[in-house]
């Protein structure tokens, strides 16, 4: 049985659509219950796809140019989307098709409570009102596990969580029993953990309520555990679509095995590098005990009332060469370590000691967001030219010799030199970024989620810059990132941290393989992989705990134990 | 509310500093009370009766000696005495202030009757000829000055419409209600269609910028039909700039609007200060302006609590 058929479809933008179209001539077809995954990365069109199933493309700009889209409605007749009038397409979302989206952080309405607005989608689709509708909102929440949902009703979307809102989300799709829900990228802005949850939790609905699923993102092995059919888009043309294990087992077009081998996958430690040299060397950085702490205040006279634990007795030591890689999730204090290490943070406790060896500058640093960290008004030569001029040197022939030298070893040509940011891909621009915290020399880079923002094909080739860089220039890299894929392609040592501490650290390959610290276990059981496609993940929804302390409060001294060379654990308190 | 308290504790600080500010600055302007009163007879003073006048003033004693007096009297409730009246400067200011308030709250009620429906609905026909239409009127109507807004406005009501308001002097809304009304349509139109169209061009780009927020794209995928996703989910979330406008713009309007007072012969705040001033009363220049400061204070503490009320995120602080 069909439920979705789409001829065809063409989708442009702008004020002739004809002539910017992003998407190409899309066909497909989706069976009732049964999920597609569209995979590709920024700019194939696989998001406007799928906005154009249920119209929403039109308030983005968007109009279809060509094509059929016809959808089999609950009553059996069947519509063709694409010409269809407003008032119908209002019917149809919401109470055929549903639609969950990538930012949970911004995809509820501020000024509403998550009561009012589940409320309002079981008025609009069910025409509840009142106790009724209110009844049917705590049940929908206690559907996607939300704990006291009676009193969360009650709560506005900035009170709860990224994770807890996708849920919110959810729980709303799920007033209107969708035939179709289009869920576009619904995790990638999600911890891995959290990921994991909302996958099992979508999973579990679909079986439970027998509706169709498209499932976009970006990740191929995210889609291995859910999906039935796979569709592969780049540059809007659909390059490669089949069954699952078609598409998975024997791909059969360049871009497809592109994304399944050239990308970085997790292997749980058996790709890690070989290149380890920790032979004795005296370390580049030593972090002795480091504490950060942000005060929390109240009241009239800002009364100290405890401190956030942001980090909290966090000790490791880098040699040069070498990545050690600190992972983590949002709140894990990752950042916040790094930032203390540049001094972009002042540190409650603990020493930090950086040698200044080759520069008097030994550590700088590259961020995670390319558009955010160039500014927009300086040209190329004026970005490289600064960390010189804030360290006092003069730009002269020889420094302009330095960033021609740079540019040309991060992948850019000379004439980069009179361009200007917006110029640049995002690649490029996290080139720039790289080669502006090489201009002074230095022993270290710190960097903080530096490919996180990037397509996974251009996140693989600036991968391979960073390991070629470090070889030529003996660099020893602090990698901040939540994303274990990457962290295995790139990292000698591994600190995994949870709440405010390292909870596990040690050689790169023995933490992956044999995670010890039942925290990291669930990391790496969460990352999702196509090795791993038929496992089946149960919903957890273990919070991570407050970090909020009162005044004077001092952890107890951290109890480690030897799991083998170079690998400790921190024990755990047993409950 | 603690927040409140916090913000009224201030409130004495800030007024101190209006107070020091407004008594040296009146005193810089060259020219004196005594000669600005009498005018020309002023000459035909002998110097013992000036130092008559000047001490009955008490003008004649070194400038922080005045001020202490002032002072010490304001935490009595005491402004000291009008010069051009002869009467206690709070009396003449709560005599005033009526009307201005009331010309106030009108224009207010019209600039947001017309400016926040004209600007919603220019941003969701954005770039459309409606939208082109609307953002043409509200540049002609932030541009033209006062007094061609106040003629015009005379001038179509009037010859074209035939509707003659009551002449004469101003009479107060509990006196007769009608009356009161009809006097004050004129102006408040003037000054209320100057702020209407500063709030439809306000409302129009917060409006463009929450439509293509992501909760609103949220409303469309669950079925909400146009009118609610416009009115309920969008528009609460673009009402902080145009209640920081708002706010500003009556707090002006609160301290007199001295043209169109002129205009429409109304005795508002306007002209008092401007008559005050001209006439060197020190006390009354003084008191109106510290009596304008602690109404902008006021207006400035209800926009606050007005944001709280709009958005829950200021209201309950990040938890």
């Not at chain 1, 509708?133 to 009650?154: C, G, H, S, W, Y």
């Not at chain 1, 780049?234 to 497809?256: F, M």
């Not at chain 2, 106040?150 to 010859?159: E, R």
Request: proline share 5%; hydrophobic share 45%; aromatic share 6%.
């Amino acid at each position: 049985m069909t439920l979705l058929t789409v001829r065809d479809l063409r989708v442009g933008f702008g004020r002739d659509p004809r002539a910017n179209e992003v998407v190409k001539g899309v066909s497909f077809t989706l069976g009732a219950g049964k999920t597609l995954a569209i995979v590709g990365e920024s700019g194939s069109g696989k998001s406007v796809t799928a906005l154009s199933v249920n119209r929403l493309v039109d308030f983005g700009g968007g109009r279809i140019t060509g094509g059929s889209i016809v959808l089999e409605r609950g009553d059996g007749s069947r519509l063709d989307m694409t010409t269809a009038d407003e008032a119908t397409l209002t019917h149809v979302r919401g109470r055929d098709v549903g639609m969950i989206f990538q930012e949970p952080m911004t995809s509820l309405n501020p000024v509403h409570t998550i009561g009012a607005q589940i409320e309002e989608a079981f008025r609009l689709n069910r025409g509840l009102t009142g106790e009724a509708a209110t009844r049917a909102a705590r049940e929908a929440l206690e559907r996607v596990r939300i704990p006291d949902a009676a009193q969360r009703l009650k709560y506005y979307p900035h009170q709860l969580s990224g994770g807890m809102r996708q849920r919110v989300m959810i729980a709303m799709v799920l007033a209107s029993n969708p035939r179709l829900l289009i869920a576009d990228e619904p995790t990638t802005a999600l911890d891995v953990t959290v990921q994991a949850q909302i996958m099992a939790l979508l999973a579990e609905l679909r079986e439970e309520l027998g509706m169709a699923m498209i499932f976009i993102t970006h990740d191929i092995g995210l889609v291995a555990g859910i999906a039935d059919e796979i569709m592969v888009m780049q540059h809007g043309v659909a390059v490669e679509q089949g069954s699952l294990d078609a598409v998975l087992d024997n791909p059969q077009h360049d871009y497809t095995r592109h994304l399944l081998n050239a990308v970085p996958h997790f292997t749980f430690g058996n790709t890690v590098r070989d290149d380890g040299t920790r032979n004795g060397q005296p370390p580049i950085v030593t972090v002795d005990n480091l504490a950060v702490r942000f005060p929390v205040t109240r009241g009239l006279f800002r009364r100290r009332t405890g401190a956030v634990h942001a980090v909290d007795g966090v000790d490791f030591d880098l040699v040069p060469g070498e990545t050690l890689a600190i992972v983590g999730e949002s709140g894990s204090g990752k950042s916040t370590t790094a930032r203390a290490i540049l001094g972009l943070v002042q540190a409650t406790r603990g020493r930090i000691d950086a040698k200044s060896g080759r520069s008097g500058r030994p550590v700088q640093m590259v961020f995670q967001d390319p558009y955010a960290s160039l500014n927009p008004r300086l040209n190329v030569e004026g970005l490289l030219a600064e960390p010189a001029i804030a360290a006092g040197q003069r730009v002269d022939a020889k420094l302009r010799e330095r960033m021609v030298t740079l540019l040309e070893r991060v992948g850019l040509s000379r004439d980069a030199l009179t361009r200007y940011p917006h110029q640049f891909s995002g690649g490029q621009r996290q080139r720039l970024c790289i080669a502006r915290a090489l201009m002074l020399n230095p022993d270290v880079v710190v960097l903080d989620e530096a490919v996180s923002a990037l397509d996974v094909s251009v996140q693989a080739r600036v991968l391979d810059l960073l390991i070629d860089l470090q070889r030529e220039f003996g660099l020893a890299y602090l990698f901040i990132s939540h994303d274990m894929a990457v962290v295995e392609r790139i990292a000698h040592r591994i600190a995994v941290m949870y709440a405010g501490q390292i909870v596990e650290i040690g050689k790169a390959a023995a933490v992956l393989a044999t995670p010890q610290h039942s925290y990291t276990r669930r990391l790496i059981a969460a990352v999702p992989a196509v090795a791993r496609r038929r496992q089946r993940f149960t919903v957890d929804a273990t919070q991570v705990p407050s970090l909020v302390r009162p005044v004077g409060y001092e952890p107890p001294p951290a109890q480690w134990r030897e799991a083998g060379d170079d690998h400790r654990v921190r024990v755990e308190e047993t409950a | 509310m603690n927040y409140v308290t916090q913000r009224l504790l201030t409130f004495p600080l800030i007024l101190l500093g209006v107070s020091v500010i407004v008594f040296v600055a009146i005193r810089m302007v060259p020219g004196d009370a005594i000669t600005a009163m009498l005018g020309t007879e002023a000459g035909l003073l002998t110097p013992a009766q000036r130092q008559a006048l000047a001490e009955y003033f008490g003008i004649d004693q070194p400038i922080y000696i005045q001020y202490w007096r002032w002072l010490t009297g304001l935490f009595e409730g005491n402004l000291g005495i009008s010069s051009i009246y002869g009467r206690p400067v709070l009396a003449v200011i709560l005599e005033r202030f009526p009307l201005t308030l009331e010309l106030a709250l009108l224009s207010m009620v019209i600039a947001l009757a017309v400016g926040i429906p004209a600007g919603v609905f220019a941003a969701t026909r954005n770039e459309r000829a409606s939208d082109l239409a609307v953002r043409l009127f509200a540049m002609i109507g932030q541009s033209t000055p006062n007094f061609v807004f106040a003629l015009l406005i005379i001038y179509v009501l009037s010859v074209y419409f035939g509707y003659v308001p009551a002449m004469g002097t101003f009479t107060p809304l509990f006196v007769d209600p009608l009356a009161n009304l009809s006097q004050l349509i004129f102006p408040a139109l003037t000054l209320g269609l100057a702020f209407a169209a500063s709030v439809t061009r306000i409302s129009r780009s917060a409006m463009l910028d929450v439509l293509s927020d992501d909760y609103v794209r949220t409303a469309r995928s669950k079925g909400a039909p146009a009118r609610s996703v416009v009115w309920h989910h969008a528009l609460p979330n673009a009402l902080i700039p145009v209640v920081t406008l708002s706010g500003v713009e009556f707090g002006y309007l609160l301290g007199g609007a001295v043209i169109v007072e002129e205009i429409f012969a109304l005795p508002g705040i306007g002209r008092l200060v401007l008559d005050a001033i001209n006439q060197r009363d020190y006390a009354l220049v003084q008191g109106t302006v510290l009596f304008i400061a602690f109404n902008f204070l006021i207006v400035n503490l209800i926009v606050d609590l007005a944001y709280a009320a709009l958005d829950p995120r200021i209201r309950l602080g990040n938890r």
